[in-house]
């Protein structure tokens, strides 16, 4: 099995080869279209801000090529807001593959801290990627804006209110979190998505 990890000006690359790694698979980290077409599967990883990384992503073309992508892929974090309609983050617009927008964490109480940082439970999972093992299960987030729920979320997390974990369309599917630093239960969602989509 090939996977193809897009390399573009988004942070988190290298961690997520390693998580691979670990589990015995070897990816290629590539701008390159042919080779990503090429792959078996496709991870579309990233931290850095929307508004810069949306600009990469059309002078390089990757804006219209990533939403034509037949395999399955999967983004992590910045990945999954980038492949929302909208973010607030630098007012950009984005891949519009999952029909939803991205909007800023805004503190209710003094003890709601931006950005989310740290471990909290995944609830409502339902796609290939999950397992029922994976319900109420502790996960690690880093990110200051999130995904509003909608019609294509397949997992929640409640932090100052419910957003999107997770997202799934087609072969496109999505974490908010960061399964390469989300230990056992983070392996076992890159496995399912190795296996199962």
Known sequence: MSIAIIKY???NIFSVEHAF?????????TADKKLIEKADKVIFPGVGEA???MCHLRQTGLDKFIPGLRQPVL???LGMQLMCSHSEEGNADCLNIFDTKVKRFVSQRHEDK???IGWNT????KSAIFDDSLENRFVYFVHSYYAAICEHTVATTDYIHP???AMSKGNFHATQFHPEKSGSEGEKILRNFLSNT
Request: proline share 4%; aromatic share 4%.
């Open 21 to 29: 790694k670990r589990l015995g698979v070897e990816t290629i980290v």
């Open 9 to 11: 000006n988004a942070g």
């Open 163 to 165: 957003f999107s974990a």
């Open 51 to 53: 508004g810069s990384t």
């Open 114 to 116: 931006v950005p989310h």
């Open 122 to 125: 995944i609830t409502n999972v």
């Open 75 to 77: 983004g992590i974090c």
